[in-house]
């Protein structure tokens, strides 16, 4: 079991930036593949993007492609998800999720992935 701890969320204008984080607490972390998912009061969780052990296989949900990047620095077990010209839509409780197992394009249930962070706010708004 890995555990996670996400960071960066808070308060931007549309338009804006955020960086988010997400540490694991792990000694293998190249083991892993990592994801983000989102959940918006009222609706069910949903994918964002998710990251192979080795940053060569990445996924998007159309919604956030184009504006969103997922990285990782295995030397740190750290993923990163930049967020760029956010909009209101965005506003969502972000979670960190982790798979220990191949990433495929398919893996985006939550139900792929088997550890999760507590989550960190992301409030998009004038």
């Known amino acids: 079991q890995v555990q996670l701890v996400e960071s960066g969320g808070g308060l931007v204008q549309p338009g804006g930036s955020l960086r988010l984080s997400c540490a694991a607490s792990v000694r293998t972390f190249t083991s892993y593949a990592m994801a983000w998912f989102r959940q918006a009061p009222g609706k069910a969780r949903e994918f964002v993007a998710s990251?192979?052990?080795?940053?060569?296989?990445?996924f998007y949900a159309e919604s956030v492609k184009g504006r969103f990047t997922l990285s990782r620095d295995n030397a740190k077990n750290t993923v990163y998800l930049q967020m760029n010209s956010l909009k209101p839509g965005d506003t969502a409780v972000y979670y960190c999720a982790a798979r220990f197992a191949p990433l495929g394009p398919k893996d985006s249930a939550r139900g792929d992935f088997g550890s999760w962070g507590q989550g960190t706010q992301v409030t998009v708004s004038s």
């Open positions: 990251i192979g052990w080795n940053s060569l296989s990445k």
